[in-house]
């Protein structure tokens, strides 16, 4: 079996740590491959997220999922996210990590995010139930973003497990992509830019300022971009 780190920046001397979740399907127990169509719409975040973090200090790696599904209980990529992790301390020590998932690899890295490598959390359209747990978010940030015109996963329960995370999350904050799909190809530039801007400030709030607008960490509304 393959590994499931998979490493596409290393810096000899990382001070942080970014680890992509590509999306799946609900049930799949085939491989999963880098050249399956979830994995490679991830593939233009990655050079933004690198373009908005050009000191190459932080680490840049993808979480490798033995098989396509979430397979119900079983949540598959939730094992390989983990075991990524544990990978990455044990290679690079401990790092404050960033997961950034789409859709099934947001739910996987929500599940994960208890872990103790993890800082915060980015989600784009994320599949969360409504029920999902989210006490392990404590003390970490998260932030989602969400397409308007998405038709696979759910905004609105989306926005409910954010703001169950209010009481105890760093912070939490969600904002909606005007006319984004769920494949976030329709505006794709500004689901690039504006992801790339939310992890260069998750890694380094006093260089790079919050892209979101104040309203995006209240009760007061999800803003749209």
Known sequence: MSAPLLSVRAPERPRAAVLM????READLGPSRP??????RLRPFER????????????LARVRYRVRGWNGERADPVRDTLAALDELTALAGPLPTVLVGHSMGARAALHAAGHPQVYGLL?????WPRTEPTRQLTGRHVVV?????DRVTSAPEAAVCVRRARGTAAGAA??????????MLRRAHVWHRTAAAVVAHLVDP???????PPESSTAAGVPVL
């Open 123 to 127: 989600a784009l359209a994320p599949w």
């Open 206 to 212: 006093e260089e790079h300022g919050d892209p979101l």
């Open 174 to 183: 969600m904002a909606l992509i005007r006319d984004g799909d769920h494949a």
């Open 48 to 59: 933004a997220i690198t373009a908005e973090l050009p000191r190459e200090d932080v680490l």
């Open 21 to 24: 979740l590509h999306g799946g």
């Open 145 to 149: 973003l969400h397409g308007t015109s």
């Open 35 to 40: 050249w399956h169509l979830a994995a490679l």
